[in-house]
């Protein structure tokens, strides 16, 4: 056969052998845009269609509790969620009440992560206007913690009591209303400072500063070293965050102050990632996350907060009584990518 004609052969059948891998139809769900947990898989929704590795079809907006029981029970093959909701799974408890500890530990225990993200940092934060002067100032006021019920308006409410001592309704007034309504309640100046998960930068953030210059406040060192806050930040879902306070002013710019008593913030972390069923194809698991971990640096470049909510922080929230641990063929790919993970964290299937 001529040179050209086994050019033309050879290009043939690698054409055919991509189009016959990306062949492999995957499903996907997670929250609306504008967060960490939906540029995540919608990356890796991008990567392996490039890549020729899958289809993955995303559906955005979806409730998580219900899209890793999709998973679970094999109906979806791919979710984001914060690893809270595997843990009330697994006991059937919460959203999963009607399953039963039996049916919910079953379920639970069919998941498998593939990669980490960071959902939002819980942190106090006000206009400047307000007066606020921190942690020491909030008793009395009116503070804005989260939506009507769910586990945002429970961090920040623990958070509150274990640094203040004050409780929602007692020591102070909290404040909630649905997240769609959250940045404009925060910029009518109703509440006189706020308890939320937010990104750095993210969209709430940047879009309040509209109406004024504010501060956020580091928790207290003594607070965030004590027993009580190191029990709650090792909770399921929930981990330590730190950032150094130069860092933080950069990103988020010169419409905000941050406030510690030394020159790290310290705050506590939403934590979650993307699940699999445990019976994904191995080689298919590999392909997705070592292309996903390859193009680390395009997926941070995808948003201004790309480079501080752990994409590449693959031990964050594990272990301990999250019950989730890695599909063994994604702590391969991360591993094979010069990553340490923990083998406690690691699925033995």
């Known amino acids: 056969m001529k040179p050209m004609t086994l050019m033309v052969a050879a290009a043939a059948a690698l054409s055919m052998t991509t ?35 899958a289809n993955i079809q995303l559906a955005e907006g979806q409730t998580l ?6 998973v679970a029970e094999g109906k979806t093959d791919i979710a984001g969620t914060p690893y809270i909701l595997p843990f009330l799974m697994s006991r059937g408890v919460g959203p999963f009440g009607s399953l039963g500890a039996e049916k919910g530990a079953e379920l639970a225990g069919n998941l498998r992560a593939i990669t980490p993200v960071t959902l939002g940092v819980f942190f ?6 307000k007066g606020i002067k921190g942690w020491d100032d909030i008793e009395g006021r009116k503070i804005f913690n989260g939506p009507p019920r769910g586990g945002a308006l429970t961090n920040a409410r623990s958070m509150i009591q274990i640094i203040t001592g004050l ?37 709430r953030l ?39 306070v130069a860092d933080l002013s950069e990103t988020m710019g010169e419409d905000w102050t941050f406030v510690s008593e030394d020159d790290t913030f310290r705050a506590f972390a939403t ?6 069923n445990k019976n994904m194809d191995d080689t298919l698991v590999y392909d997705l996350v070592s292309a996903y971990v390859a193009s680390m640096d395009a997926l941070k470049a995808k948003a201004p907060f790309g480079d501080t909510v752990a994409f590449d922080e693959p031990m964050q929230g594990m272990c301990g009584a999250n019950p989730v641990q890695y599909h063994p063929a994604a702590a391969r790919a991360w591993r094979d990518a010069g990553y340490d993970l923990d083998d406690c964290a690691v699925s033995e299937s």
């Open 19 to 53: 189009s016959a891998f990306a062949q492999v139809n995957l499903t996907a769900e997670t929250a609306s845009p504008g967060g960490a947990v939906h540029l995540s898989p919608a990356h890796m929704t991008e990567i392996a269609g490039t890549q020729g590795i």
């Open 206 to 244: 940047t879009t309040m500063t509209a109406a004024g210059k504010a501060t956020g406040w580091s928790m207290p060192k003594d607070i965030y070293d004590g027993e009580a806050m190191q029990k709650y930040m090792g909770a399921p879902g929930s981990a330590p965050f730190t950032i150094s």
């Open 271 to 276: 934590v979650g990632g993307l699940v699999v």
């Open 167 to 203: 409780k929602d309704g007692e020591g102070y007034t909290g404040m909630q209303t649905n997240w769609g309504q959250a940045t404009s309640v925060i910029s009518s100046g109703e509440p006189d400072a706020v308890v939320l998960p937010e990104l750095f930068p993210g969209s």
């Open 65 to 70: 509790t219900n899209s890793i029981q999709n």
């Open 124 to 129: 106090l934060f006000a206009y400047d206007a």
